[in-house]
């Protein structure tokens, strides 16, 4: 993995915009996976933006959601779904036909697995993972604990993530169970980005970057990745132990 530490969240944004933008110039049939939440919330704005000013193909992408929140209504606010559509789908014009979600609602989650599975193997699996990082230090809905070697699967959330998840919503919500893409996909995809912004993710940043490869620390999976990138900002990297150089 590679550090790359910004002075600010608008230039992190910007840089990962125009990596994404490239990927896509590049190979207008990536396969792209993105998560919701916050940290990519700015780089998606800064994409979509660039892709709308130079009108790049967006015709041949196929966008692949990360995770969804089980039993939660699709389309209320909070939801993975509603960040994707919001922020990505509905913006550029993509159509369903170019993209595949989790149904956090299905009445067989395994089934959906198995869907997320055989989908991302049509493909020819993923391109590039744009992830950001929780407190307790997962990726997706990868709680630490969760086996490497997972592709998608069901996760019981932990009390970081379900206490931390209610911030998304609207109200108070029971948020036990999450559906996520597995730690595999992540030493499988051809580039990961992970995100991370402030300082309230300086300690999670220097256990992924500094601690032992553990499933305990799911983003030590990303240490040994040929092409991973941490785009962080100062107060992200603000507990690293080794000297970074801004961007
Ligand atoms: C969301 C996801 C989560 C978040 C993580 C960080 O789709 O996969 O793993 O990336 O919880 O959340 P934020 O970015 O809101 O700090």
Known sequence: MKIHVF?????????????????????????????????????????????????????????????????????????????????ILIPLQIPPRQYHLFDGMAADLQEECRKMDAVIASKGGIDLMIVGIGMNGHIGFNEPGTPFHLHSHIATLDEVTTTVGQQYFDRPMALKQGITLGPAYLQEAGKVLLLAQGEKKAAVIRDAVEGAKSTERPATILQEHPDAHFYIDRGAASGLLSMQEDE
């Open 7 to 87: 002075e600010d969240e608008a230039r992190l944004a910007h840089a990962a915009g125009e990596l994404l933008f490239n990927t896509l110039k590049d190979k207008p049939d990536a396969v792209i996976c993105i998560a919701s939440g916050n940290s990519p919330k700015a780089t998606c704005a800064a994409w979509v933006e660039k892709m709308k000013q130079t009108k790049l193909d967006t015709q041949r992408f196929f966008f692949i959601g990360l995770d969804e929140w089980v039993g939660i209504d699709p389309d209320q606010k909070g939801t993975c779904r509603y960040d994707f559509m919001e922020r």
